[in-house]
């Protein structure tokens, strides 16, 4: 489809304004003239299940997606018109093979001793992904290692994700097939529907992000970030000499704040001047 665009976003502390920095007040309004275009379509990309993403759709009066990537990328929907939730399967069954015949139950038994972990509650778990609180400011490193070579010796191929809830004062970990993530998910989406990079961009705000904000998918890093995941994602971008596919948002587009999706709104116009236009801002508006 290469006469439309491709919006990858994530939902907590990117579009949704569920941080402690404040919201610009028109930013959202910006956002849902802009996805209303039928050259634009809109993709959410959360940690979140299926049910904690309409939840969330609900609570924030969010535009209709077309897709939603959910569990860190380990479930994909296709939207329909009368806002049926298609699961698709496929993309299910092309990943699960990596952890190698394992289930969730063996992968969590074979951590069950490890100190650090704290298995998040079960509606944050599904057969694909397995999520642990971790100490926020721990030895992830370390942990990590650990983690690695016990699935190593076991055959099982996983990535680990690390992340954290900045409002709860808490890190996240999530144990996923090698080839389930953000990016992976995406990734499949554009191919299955025709997108490239010219015509896709990604917006995040936290570390299981990093792997798309770093990644040539233009990708837009709002101002609510992290200041370590800015650093981290303006140091990968940099070595992969991707500098140019990162966007910051820095505050300084319509009057607005850069935070959430004021910032998404800065980094879409940045890649994509007309949509300035389809966001309803005036020709004057810097």
Known sequence: ???????????????????????????????????????????????????????????????????V??????TIYHIGKSEDWHRQSAWEDSIASDWGGKSHADLKLMLNDMDGLRLQEPDKQNCLKLSYYVPLHGNHKALNA????????AGVKAGLVWSEDELAGVGLLDILPARASKFYAIKALMKTHGFDERHTVFCGDS?????VLVSPIPAVLVANSQPDVRE??????????????LYIAKGDFAGMNGNYSAGMLEGIAHYYPPTRQWMGLDSGDK
């Open 1 to 67: 489809m290469p006469d439309k665009l491709l919006i990858c976003t994530d939902l907590d502390r990117t579009l949704l304004p569920n941080g402690p920095q404040p919201e610009s007040a028109m930013a959202r309004q910006y956002f849902s003239a802009l996805v209303e275009r039928s050259e634009i379509m809109l993709a959410y990309v959360s940690g979140r299940h299926r049910k904690l993403v309409q939840e969330a759709i609900n609570h924030y009066l969010l535009p209709k997606p077309d897709f």
């Open 146 to 153: 650990l983690i690695e070579q016990r699935f190593s010796d």
């Open 232 to 245: 981290r994602a303006l140091r990968l971008s940099r070595a992969k000499d991707l500098s140019e596919q």
């Open 69 to 74: 990537i959910g569990d860190v990328g380990t």
């Open 207 to 211: 570390g299981n992000d990093i792997e």
